[in-house]
């Protein structure tokens, strides 16, 4: 069974930092690209981050360029999420997902919850 | 960047109801568009892919068509468990983008 299992959450003073890690089980983690995808309190889904199955290639939304960094350590089967100078409006539920090029986001995790104020 | 619009924005319909969800893309972008079930507390679910494929467990009172740049998720006959936010996504380009969804809720 496919699992992905957030973590590293909370709540945030603007302009830190934080870390989250999906932890994956019940497939072959390294054979798969994978995303992070977030909803804002009352608003739609967003796409942040993806990165390809081997990590060479990453590609960010516009308002995260350059403060977010997606990366993977296959051996562990774990996705990071590095967010830096957070922002109020980056505070949202964050989903590991899959993200397969023909089903995409086919898989997610619970979901982990940011929250950015002071 | 790639928009899809979606619509209505809300709506509301009847047990048994025919119901069909709209998501119109900015540009062309073949059969890219997906759609995902997206229940409060819940993570979302996907519900069709490449615009017309029913994604594994989805019911088969759900699918998907398209016309042109117009991209449509159909229910045969609703029911109570359906009623909640649908979403669109495209996956031909980066960024990847959602239509803003459509709340659906029983009459």
């Known amino acids: 069974e496919v699992q992905l299992v957030e973590s590293g959450g909370g709540l945030v003073q603007p302009g830190r930092s934080m870390k989250l890690s999906c932890a994956a089980s019940?497939?072959?983690?390294?054979?798969?690209?994978m995303a992070w995808v977030r909803q804002a309190p009352t608003k739609g889904l967003e796409w942040v981050a993806t990165?390809?199955?081997?990590?060479?290639?990453?590609y960010y939304r516009d308002s995260v360029k350059g403060r977010f960094t997606i990366s993977r350590h296959n051996a562990k089967s774990t996705l990071y999420l590095q967010m830096n100078s957070l922002r109020s409006e980056d505070t949202a539920t964050y989903y590991c997902?899959?993200?397969?090029?023909?089903?995409?986001?086919?898989?997610w995790g619970q979901g982990v919850m940011v929250t950015v104020s002071s | 960047d790639i928009q899809l619009t979606q619509s209505p924005s809300s709506m509301s319909a009847s047990l048994g109801d025919r119901v069909s969800l709209t998501c119109q893309s900015s540009?062309?972008?073949?059969?890219?568009l997906s759609w995902y079930q997206h229940k409060p507390g819940k993570p979302p679910k996907p519900m069709i892919y490449?615009?017309?494929n029913l994604a594994d467990g989805v019911p088969s009172r759900f699918s998907g068509s398209r016309s042109g740049s117009d991209y449509s998720l159909t229910i045969s006959s609703l029911e109570s468990e359906d009623t909640t936010i649908y979403y669109c996504?495209?996956?031909?380009?980066?960024?990847?983008?959602f239509g803003g969804g459509t709340k659906l809720e029983l009459k």
């Open positions: 997902t899959r993200g397969v090029v023909t089903t995409p986001f086919d898989y």
């Open positions: 019940g497939f072959t983690f390294s054979n798969y690209a």
């Open positions: 990165i390809s199955f081997d990590g060479s290639s990453t």
């Open positions: 540009q062309g972008i073949g059969n890219y």
């Open positions: 490449y615009a017309t």
């Open positions: 996504l495209q996956y031909d380009e980066y960024p990847r983008t």
